[in-house]
């Protein structure tokens, strides 16, 4: 199993990013997936997940309204849009997924928020 996650940087608020994650070693149609954040001092947190057919997102209230979970099973990808980014969406950014019976996650990628 590996995810690889992707897109991060540096970017002034009220800005957008998009991050991927690429999946591989695994049937990635047949799993939901999450996103969670990590910012510096601070416990990891639960940003969304997605179903495994793309059908059905939910957020944390965090980031609702402004962050958006997709799915292209076709590429083994999952996405996250992020819209109107404020400083305190600063942090690291996983995908993960409960895969093989147990919860997998990339190694992450910084999102800096900051002008």
């Known amino acids: 199993v590996q995810l690889v996650e992707s897109g991060g940087g540096l970017v002034q608020p009220g800005g957008s990013l998009r991050l991927s994650c690429a999946a591989s070693?695994?049937?990635?149609?047949?799993?939901?997936m999450r996103w969670s954040r990590q910012a510096p001092g601070k416990e990891r947190e639960w940003v969304g997940s997605?179903?495994?057919?793309?059908?059905?997102?939910n957020y944390a209230d965090s980031v609702k309204g402004r962050f958006t979970i997709s799915r292209d099973n076709a590429k083994n990808t999952v996405y996250l849009q992020m819209n109107s980014l404020k400083r305190e969406d600063t942090a690291v950014y996983y995908c993960?997924?409960?895969?093989?019976?147990?919860?997998?996650w990339g190694q992450g990628t910084q999102v800096t928020v900051s002008s």
């Open positions: 993960g997924g409960f895969i093989g019976g147990s919860l997998r």
């Open positions: 070693g695994f049937t990635f149609s047949n799993y939901g």
């Open positions: 997605i179903t495994s057919s793309g059908g059905i997102a």
